[in-house]
Structure formats: structure tokens, C-alpha cells
T-cell receptor, first 114, second 110 residues
Framework: EAGVAQSPRYKIIEKRQSVAFWCNPI?????LYWYQQILGQGPKLLIQ????????DSQLPKDRFSAERLKGVDSTLKIQPAKLEDSAVYLC????????????FGSGTRLTVV | SQQGEEDPQALSIQEGENATMNCSYK?????LQWYRQNSGRGLVHLIL?????REKHSGRLRVTLDTSKKSSSLLITASRAADTASYFC??????????FGEGTQLTVNP
């Protein structure tokens, strides 16, 4: 089974620039999550999709972050404009259904904002 | 948020020794999961224990769950240098925000 694919692997941008991350979950996984992990901390949930609908985006800073999953498969996470404190690893995960199963994580995108 | 707390924050042992990490949580759960994260990589799902289970084994891993104390422990037996990583517990609850704790950093010295 192919894993969760994320790209790019690394990204360095200047503050106030825009950036987008892409995630392709495991085939058939209806639930997709985006997490932000700041160095030395645990992952923090940004947004959860069930198919192409948003289940939880309560911790997503909506003034600068947006995410979509138009066809219920791939997802993109965008930051516009970026701030220094957005420097983190952005992890995408998917699961077969919202509860009762483990999550499969991608390798993440390491973002550095300078 | 349903954030678990791992204990200890850091653990350093010699190869061959056992490593025990603990996790405490606050509310009722559907299941509890343990994940490993190697430096700079994504998280890898290790084991899931359901709320009606008390103990589960997977290879060198043993997980216990005490719902009365709202705690879980992960035991890694006969540790290897390759077990060096951060370990996170994660609780699934019904209708709650899903969050990880800060993790336990395990270092296994050869």
C-alpha cells in the first residue's frame, strides 16, 4: 500500500510571501488531517476533512491559512501571507474513517520562514 | 482539547534495557494510540488499544490501558539504538478536538 505523499519536502520563503503544500492520502481513506508541528512540540491539528467536507477547522488561523480538498482525495494547505512563527513541519495524515483506526502520516513539509 | 501528557519528557537508556513511557489523559476515550517519530520525519503508528482492552502486545511493544486512572503505558523491551525517537500518545474521543502531547524523547545508547 502506498503511503501518504506530501510535497514539497522542504520550503524556505520570506515573511509575507505565500506558500502551498500538497497531500495525497492513501487511496480510499475518507478522512484527511493537516497538522502543524513546531520544533520540540507535539503535532497540533489544523484541519480535518471527511471526504471533501470540513469536520474541524477550529484551530486553523483563517486570516492566513486555507485548505481545500475539492474532490475528496488530494488536499492543499496554503499560507498567505506567511509569518516567522509559521516555521514548522506540516504533516498530512489520513485514516479510513474518523475513529477506530490509526492514522497514516506523510513525511511532512518543513517550512522555514525567514 | 484532548491533549495527552507523556511522561517522562526524556529518557536515556542502554541498548538491551527496557523503556517505559507513560501517558495520562483527561476524558473518556474510544481508543488510545502510540506513535513514534524519528527526527525530521512523519509519525509512525505503533499500536492502538481500545477502551475495553487492558493490554496489547506487538512484537517488542507492550501497551497497557487503565481507564479508571486515565493512563496508559508503553513498554519497549530489549531496546535497540534504532528505537531512538520521540514517542507520542494520542486519544480518540467522540466529537472532540484531536491533539497530541509533547512526547517522550527516548535515546537508546549503543
Amino acid at each position: 500500500e502506498a503511503g501518504v505523499a506530501q510535497s514539497p519536502r522542504y520550503k524556505i520563503i520570506e515573511k509575507r510571501q505565500s506558500v502551498a503544500f500538497w497531500c495525497n492520502p492513501i487511496s480510499g481513506h475518507a478522512t484527511l488531517y493537516w497538522y502543524q508541528q513546531i520544533l520540540g512540540q507535539g503535532p497540533k491539528l489544523l484541519i480535518q476533512f471527511q471526504n471533501n467536507g470540513v469536520v474541524d477547522d477550529s484551530q486553523l488561523p483563517k486570516d492566513r491559512f486555507s485548505a481545500e480538498r475539492l474532490k475528496g482525495v488530494d488536499s492543499t494547505l496554503k499560507i498567505q501571507p506567511a509569518k516567522l512563527e509559521d516555521s514548522a513541519v506540516y504533516l498530512c495524515a489520513s485514516s479510513l474513517n474518523p475513529t477506530g483506526n490509526g492514522y497514516t502520516f506523510g513525511s511532512g513539509t518543513r517550512l522555514t520562514v525567514v | 482539547s484532548q491533549q495527552g501528557e507523556e511522561d517522562p519528557q526524556a529518557l536515556s537508556i542502554q541498548e538491551g534495557e527496557n523503556a517505559t513511557m507513560n501517558c495520562s489523559y483527561k476524558t473518556s476515550i474510544n481508543n488510545l494510540q502510540w506513535y513514534r517519530q524519528n527526527s525530521g520525519r512523519g509519525l509512525v503508528h505503533l499500536i492502538l488499544i481500545r477502551s475495553n482492552e487492558r493490554e496489547k502486545h506487538s512484537g517488542r511493544l507492550r501497551v497497557t490501558l487503565d481507564t479508571s486512572k486515565k493512563s496508559s503505558s508503553l513498554l519497549i523491551t530489549a531496546s535497540r539504538a534504532a528505537d531512538t525517537a520521540s514517542y507520542f500518545c494520542f486519544q480518540e474521543t467522540s466529537g472532540s478536538r484531536l491533539t497530541f502531547g509533547e512526547g517522550t524523547q527516548l535515546t537508546v545508547n549503543p
